[in-house]
Nanobody, 118 residues
Framework: QVQLVESGGGLVRPGESLTLSCTGS????????MGWYRQAPEKLRELVAT???????HYADFVKGRFTISRDNSRKTVYLQMNSLEPEDTAVYYC????????????WGQGTQVTVSS
């Protein structure tokens, strides 16, 4: 069974930084597009950033210039470096793996809480 495990969330003050990690297991990691999504209370889950199997990145407008997504295929890990965090960034952040084989190869982690508060 494919498993994605996020880590690195926590409580930070506005303006501070966090780096999230997501490590896959039982997955041919290098074949998957990876992404970070987030969901705040009473809101829909939204895309934060993605990185393709070839390293092409895409960012939501609200994080451009602040967040960086990267991957290390040897470690089966995708990272999200988050700088200049704001209270509006408070959410549960989820890791996603999108495979080339359709909906049956799309997986989610359990999420990690990021809280930005003074």
């Amino acid at each position: 069974q494919v498993q994605l495990v996020e880590s690195g969330g926590g409580l930070v003050r506005p303006g501070e930084s966090l780096t999230l990690s997501c490590t896959g297991s039982r997955i041919t990691f290098n074949y998957y597009h990876m992404g970070w999504y987030r969901q705040a209370p009473e809101k829909l889950r939204e895309l934060v950033a993605t990185i393709s199997s070839g390293g092409i990145t895409h960012y939501a407008d609200f994080v451009k210039g602040r967040f960086t997504i990267s991957r290390d295929n040897s470690r089966k890990t995708v990272y999200l470096q988050m700088n200049s965090l704001e209270p509006e960034d408070t959410a549960v952040y989820y890791c996603n793996a999108d495979g080339p084989y359709g909906p049956s190869t799309n997986y989610w982690g359990q999420g990690t809480q990021v809280t930005v508060s003074s």
